[in-house]
């Protein structure tokens, strides 16, 4: 699904830097993508870390 504007837990926004992290991770460990992003709550690390695209999964099939 879409990645969420803000976190479940604190309600810090961060899908402003969700395609940053995404270039980020090509190049180095996830974990010092977010240091560099600003990114040091365990609940809002939590967002990045877990988060599953599944957009293109659900595109394959026709809506009924």
Do not use: W
């Not at 090509?26 to 709550?41: C, N, Q, S």
Request: charged letters at 30%; hydrophobic letters at 35%.
């Amino acid at each position: 699904m879409e990645f969420p504007v803000r976190c479940f837990t604190c309600g810090s926004v961060l899908g402003h830097l969700h395609e940053q992290y995404k270039e980020l991770i090509k190049d180095k460990k996830p974990d010092a993508a977010m240091d560099e992003l600003g990114i040091t709550r365990y609940c809002c690390r939590r967002m990045f870390l877990s988060h599953v695209e599944m957009m293109q999964n659900l595109l394959k099939y026709p809506r009924t």
